[in-house]
């Protein structure tokens, strides 16, 4: 069985490449942090002209079709360029709640706006600190009216729309969570902009108050959706996590040849010798299992809940891993402002959490794993 990608696909990530590399350098990032525009909004219409915000979006809904695999390789540029879009909470959540769930209306209002650059959208799953769970979720649905509050919420407050979880019973079943749509220009809705490690991506908190909704999906399968949407969003930002730590990983050894201590390149010494071997070790695991991951997405096979888990874990403790060894790298420099370290660092913690803790999905893989081998 052959994992990698094909020559088609190698294309596209070399396009991908070169426009990141061109129209969001690091000072582009640089400039969400220090700037007032919670996102780069020209970047933004850019990926949509490019078309890769539609790219795992049917051609029936105005994308380009052309499936997950491609998916995947923009993903792993726009991690490896941090990105400073709204990119993962509307095509990696969002989008793929609508995929999977949304009626057909749904999907031609919402799916068509994401392809083109014209929508934002998130998922509202958190309240507060804590892991994914159906007991954790408070915010209230009663007869399709909303009442609660979400946070983290990611993009939160630049969203169009939001896909909701919300308790609709209290038997404690899996089944008193449903999903519902929400246009987040409705009435009732407040978002408050929060502060994260990471100014470069916009996290909120999102209060609604008696605000209507649409149900997404049967109401008695919102959990299982949720967790259907989770697995996929965890193979696609696990290949955020690749590019960025491939990235790191470069980084700490371009400044290991041009660095001279002792007269020596300070990448001649066993000890960053060392250090940079186990950053391509955990690099290159983490891309093993995402490889893995991408196939079973693709083929949407019966082995993707472990693939998921497992792509997650690996590329959550490599981008960490690498991130913090490439400031290593560097000595006292790397934890200056002006160099680009702080950026992965932070990236790597912020995007750790977004879809649950790595010990949350360490204990999902084990789960999984123990009911495919009781079965």
Not at 10 to 28: G, I, S, V, Y
Not at 223 to 245: C, K, M, N, P, T
Not at 250 to 255: A, N, P, Q, W
């Amino acid at each position: 069985m052959n994992f990698d990608f094909s020559d088609d696909q190698k294309q596209l990530r070399d396009e991908a490449r070169r426009f990141l590399t061109e129209k969001c350098p690091p000072k582009a990032v640089r400039a969400v942090i220090d700037g007032q525009a919670p996102y780069d909004r020209e970047l933004w219409k850019g990926l949509a002209d490019m078309g890769f915000l539609g790219v795992a979006i049917p051609e029936a809904y105005g994308g380009s079709g052309a499936g997950h695999l491609e998916l995947c390789v923009i993903a792993e540029e726009m991690g490896r360029a941090l990105a400073p879009v709204p990119f993962s909470s509307t095509v990696y959540l969002a989008a793929e709640a609508l995929l999977l769930a949304g009626s057909d209306a749904q999907k031609q209002k919402w799916l068509p706006a994401i392809a083109q650059g014209h929508a934002v959208g998130t998922l509202a799953l958190f309240e507060g600190t804590g892991n994914p769970s159906p007991k954790a979720i408070k915010l209230t649905a009663s007869n399709g009216v909303l009442n609660g509050t979400k946070k983290p919420v990611a993009d939160g407050a630049i969203a169009d729309f939001a896909i909701v979880a919300a308790r609709t019973a209290s038997t404690g079943r899996d089944s008193d969570i449903a999903l519902f749509l929400v246009d987040l220009t409705s009435e009732g809705v407040e978002a408050k902009a929060l502060t994260s490690i990471d100014p470069s991506r916009n996290q909120a908190e999102i209060t609604f108050t008696n605000v209507k909704a649409e149900p997404l999906g049967n109401a008695a399968e919102g959990w299982s959706i949720l967790s259907q949407v989770l697995d996929r969003a965890a193979v696609l930002v696990g290949f955020e996590q690749v590019g960025g730590s491939d990235r790191a990983l470069e980084m700490g050894r371009d400044y290991a040849l041009d660095r001279i201590a002792f007269g020596r390149q300070i990448g001649s010494f066993q000890a960053v010798k060392h250090m940079l071997a186990d950053m391509y070790v955990s690099a290159t695991l983490a891309r093993s299992n995402c490889y893995y991951g991408a196939w079973a997405l693709s083929t949407n096979a019966a082995e993707l809940p472990e693939a998921a888990a497992a792509a997650r874990i690996s590329a959550t403790q490599a981008f960490q891993h690498c991130s913090k060894n490439n400031i290593q790298v560097h000595g006292g420099m790397g934890f200056t402002w002006e160099f680009d370290c702080h950026l992965y660092y932070r990236r790597s913690n912020a995007i750790a959490v977004g879809l649950g803790s790595l010990s949350y999905w360490e204990d999902q893989l084990i789960e999984r794993m123990r009911q495919k081998n009781a079965a």
